[in-house]
């Protein structure tokens, strides 16, 4: 299972725990736009995540590897919060993996983050 932002990012994969997503109105970004930081960090899984807001108002947190300048910061690109919510057994195709996560596409037709901890590659 990739674990590491430079780890080969499209694959499918198998939910191996149930995964629901923490935020109904995520958080997202354009590519240069800039963010309020009010000093708040987590680390997941071994990765920086930093507490943000966007120029909208909208809070949540953003990897710090998107996040570049300090006058004003601003996202090095485009990036959503957006969770998918997903079921144990369910099989979803990984399109990109980032700081302990992949963003995956459901049968469904839905798209979200979902933590690389709960799924294991096909």
């Known amino acids: 299972m990739?674990?590491?932002?430079?780890?080969?990012?499209?694959f499918d994969c198998l939910v191996i725990e149930s995964w629901t997503a923490s935020y109904p109105d995520p958080i997202d970004?354009?590519?240069?736009?800039?963010?309020?930081l009010d000093?708040?960090?987590?680390c997941w899984d071994g990765h920086?995540?930093?507490?943000?807001?966007?120029?909208?108002?909208k809070e949540g947190w953003i990897p710090d590897?998107?996040?570049a300048g300090t006058d004003p910061p601003r996202a090095t690109e485009p990036y959503s919060a957006l969770e998918?919510?997903?079921r144990k057994g369910e099989t979803l195709a990984a399109?990109?993996?980032l700081h302990g996560w992949a963003f995956c596409s459901s049968r469904r037709g839905q798209?979200?983050?979902v933590p690389l901890r709960n799924i294991q590659r096909l």
């Open 84 to 86: 998918l919510t997903c």
């Open 2 to 10: 990739p674990s590491r932002d430079d780890a080969p990012d499209q």
């Open 48 to 57: 920086i995540w930093l507490w943000a807001k966007n120029r909208a108002g």
């Open 29 to 36: 970004l354009a590519k240069d736009e800039p963010v309020t």
């Open 39 to 42: 000093g708040r960090s987590d």
């Open 65 to 67: 590897c998107l996040i």
């Open 111 to 113: 798209s979200g983050w």
């Open 95 to 97: 399109k990109r993996v």
